[in-house]
T-cell receptor, first 108, second 116 residues
């Protein structure tokens, strides 16, 4: 089983739609959780950290369920500029483990 | 956020040559830097953790004699791919930061290596 699993997609959604990504992780001792965004042929960039209480940053909402070892990302009112690969990232033992990413394309 | 640079951004070389990639933290001191590799349509895979002034810690399956890491200062780590082969062609990315406080890692822009 992979340490961090994501649905690779691709997700093709119309502009303005709401899209949700899910991620599961296998190490129950993992300490911190993040969503990164990676554009084609670029480095990953931190989108947001994920907390058990849930956190929101503008159109983006992230949620963590430690009991289920499950992380989610919700994007509301999607924009064309949201097209990218979204990486679920888990910190444990002072190392980041990346999911394979979910590719999102927003269609005009 | 902090800035991490990598050089070169792209390199094409012949099989058998060695390639050195530099990773610099431009506005902060990084006692630890990380080297990742990403093959097409795959996730970033941690290769090694580079510690300033000491030997790097390699992940399982990564050959330390093939991927030489030097972290001679608090702002510079280098990765040398020795005797590169076509299967070493990949996107190499470094990162720096701490896992304290905000837990944020700052990534370099990556180096795309193509071995002919």
């Amino acid at each position: 089983r992979k340490e961090v699993e994501q649905d690779p997609g691709p997700f093709n959604v119309p502009e303005g739609a709401t899209v949700a990504f899910n991620c599961t992780y296998s190490n129950s001792a993992s300490q911190s959780f993040f969503w990164y965004r990676q554009d084609c042929r670029k480095e990953p960039k931190l989108l947001m950290s994920v907390y058990s209480s849930g956190n929101e940053d503008g159109r983006f909402t992230a949620q963590l369920n430690r009991a289920s070892q499950y992380i989610s990302l919700l994007i509301r009112d999607s924009k064309l500029s949201d097209s990218a690969t979204y990486l679920c990232v888990v910190l444990g033992n002072e190392k980041l483990t990346f999911g394979t990413g979910t590719r999102l394309t927003i269609i005009p | 956020g902090a800035v991490v640079s990598q050089h070169p951004s792209r390199v094409i070389c012949k099989s058998g040559t060695s390639v050195k990639i530099e990773c610099r933290s431009l506005d902060f001191q990084a006692t630890t830097m990380f080297w990742y590799r990403q093959f097409p349509k795959q996730s970033l895979m941690l290769m090694a953790t580079s510690n300033e002034g000491s030997k790097a810690t390699y992940e399982q399956g990564v050959e330390k004699d093939k991927f030489l890491i030097n972290h001679a200062s608090l702002t510079l780590s280098t990765l040398t791919v020795t005797s590169a082969h076509p299967e070493d062609s990949s996107f190499y990315i470094c990162s720096a930061g701490t896992f304290a406080g905000g837990n944020e890692q700052f990534f370099g822009p990556g180096t795309r290596l193509t071995v002919l």
